[in-house]
Nanobody, 118 residues
Framework: QVQLLESGGGLVQSGGSLRLSCGASGGPFSRYAMAWFRQAPGKDRESVATISWNGESTYYADSVKGRFTISRDNAKNEVYLEMNSLKPEDTAVYYC???????????WGQGTQVTVSS
């Protein structure tokens, strides 16, 4: 059973930056694809970015391409989401997820709030 813990959320002004981190424990981190999802109030949860087990393949939602960067450090069992040029519409709870397949997530963190003020 993999446990995931997100950190780094907060309040930032439009155009600002934040870096989210997610630490994993309890499982073979380097074997999992890792992803970030988000859910805004009243909306469905959506995929933001995904990274393969070795970091060689990444996926980004169109809405964040060129602004967000996902990365991982398998030695530290951590995955990151660097968010730049933030917009009010990026406001959401951001979740870290781990999956045995690239787009199939098996484990979820509890989320961290990101609020972007205009």
């Amino acid at each position: 059973q993999v446990q995931l813990l997100e950190s780094g959320g907060g309040l930032v002004q439009s155009g600002g930056s934040l870096r989210l981190s997610c630490g994993a424990s309890g499982g073979p981190f380097s074997r999992y694809a890792m992803a970030w999802f988000r859910q805004a109030p009243g909306k469905d949860r959506e995929s933001v970015a995904t990274i393969s087990w070795n970091g060689e393949s990444t996926y980004y939602a169109d809405s964040v391409k060129g602004r967000f960067t996902i990365s991982r450090d398998n030695a530290k069992n951590e995955v990151y989401l660097e968010m730049n040029s933030l917009k009010p519409e990026d406001t959401a709870v951001y979740y870290c997820a781990a999956g045995s397949r690239y787009f199939t997530m098996d484990y979820w963190g509890q989320g961290t709030q990101v609020t972007v003020s205009s």
